[in-house]
């Protein structure tokens, strides 16, 4: 399969409170104001407008459809910050797989961080209370079902008060600035085709 003549990969970090899209309804914040990027880019999957982290904007059909299909599997993480201290058994279940909508989660990794991860501060405050702890914790899944991070670590018993994608199969958000976009290095661009499995000729 042939490059599109103009080939665009870019890796946005998305603020909190930004849609992952280029419209939205008066008062909505959206990519619009950022970038410029080009006109025929658009996301590879979403990220909820209450999440911050990694968003990749193509133009590439394939890319986008091999990040986004579950048939592909490829890996999400997300650093988490939840609420009161997960228990071990708490991370088991979150590995294990609970059950959303009748289905349960195919397996994933979870590990509690033993440090807090330095991410620029939010707009919107998490909310505080003095008697209960807050904790960092790492997901990674392969799947993206609707607010799924969210839904897990709730029903689990620890709910979700920040949430920040930080990698996307190899694609990952450090070095970025919050707010800003980089395309893809050609380096970049050649492993990504091979972690996806893609065949791409020129460019």
């Excluded at 665009?8 to 950022?34: D, M, N, W």
């Excluded at 009161?84 to 088991?92: D, F, G, H, Q, V």
């Excluded at 008060?161 to 707010?179: C, P, Q, S």
Aim: glycine share 8%; with cysteine; proline share 7%.
């Amino acid at each position: 399969m042939t490059l599109p003549a103009r080939w665009h990969c870019i890796l946005f970090y998305k603020p909190y409170g930004v849609l992952s899209q280029f419209t939205g309804t008066a008062g909505q914040r959206t990519l619009a104001e950022y970038g410029p990027f080009p006109g025929d880019v658009y996301a590879a999957g979403r990220l909820d407008a209450d999440s911050e982290g990694l968003l990749i904007l193509t133009n590439d059909h394939q890319v986008q459809r091999r990040l986004t299909d579950p048939a592909f599997a490829h890996p999400r993480t997300y650093c988490v910050q939840v609420e009161n201290i997960p228990s071990a058994e708490a991370l088991e279940r979150l590995r294990s797989g609970v059950v959303i909508d009748g289905r349960r989660t195919l397996p994933a990794a979870a590990r509690l961080l033993t440090e807090e991860p330095q991410f620029p501060p939010r707009p919107v405050p998490i909310r505080y209370r003095k008697s209960i702890p807050t904790a960092w914790i790492e997901i990674t899944l392969r799947e993206g079902r609707n607010r799924q991070v969210r839904r897990m670590t709730a029903l689990v018993g620890f709910p979700t008060l920040r949430l920040v994608r930080t990698g996307i199969d190899i694609l990952k958000l450090g070095g970025l600035a919050l707010g800003e976009a980089r395309e893809l290095t050609l380096r970049e661009r050649d492993e990504l085709f091979r972690s996806l499995r893609l065949t791409h000729r020129g460019g």
